[in-house]
């Protein structure tokens, strides 16, 4: 049974996402802090853009929301490079809302999207401490790399 969908990220999700994303803890691993209303805005009115300044790589970002009641409980991104062939993915899940799945049901979701618009290699970096993304990543199906970027671990899945 799907528990969670994709919705594509609107400017009007701030509303929303900023009491989701206000949590503390979440930013322990990720570094920064919780948005505010505006920042949160000006951040997503980027964003849906869908590209790059540069026009070198195609942003794709979704609300994660329960199917049951639509709530929003985080949201899933991907950066696209190498003519649509690489995704870096990212996946942030409220602190209300962590250790019930979300995390692993959407990330699988983006997952089977890239793969199915013809991207080949999917990459997520991971904090060493982050034991929460590393279970995340292994049960998408990526595996570990022996290479670091800025003290993250790089993890890549291939499709196929």
Not at 45 to 70: C, H, K, L, M, Y
Not at 133 to 139: K, M, Y
């Amino acid at each position: 049974m799907t528990r969670v969908s994709l919705t594509p990220l609107t400017v009007a999700d701030a509303d929303e996402m900023v009491d989701v994303l206000s949590g503390d803890d979440l930013y322990a691993f990720i570094g920064g802090s919780a948005p505010t209303l505006d920042g949160l805005r000006a951040l997503y009115t980027r964003q849906v853009v869908g590209r790059s300044p540069d026009g070198q790589a195609e942003w794709r970002n979704w609300i994660i929301r329960r199917v049951a009641d639509g709530q929003a409980v985080g949201h899933v991104q991907a950066t696209i490079t190498e003519r649509g062939r690489r995704a870096e993915i990212a996946c942030v899940v409220g602190v209300g809302w962590q250790r019930r799945g979300y995390a692993t049901e959407a990330t699988q979701t983006m997952i089977a999207l890239l793969f199915a618009r013809g991207v080949d290699r999917i990459v997520a970096h991971v904090h060493p401490g982050n034991a929460a993304s590393a279970a995340v990543a292994v049960r998408t199906g990526l595996t570990p790399t022996d290479r670091f970027d800025d003290g993250e671990r790089l993890w890549e899945r291939k499709r196929g």
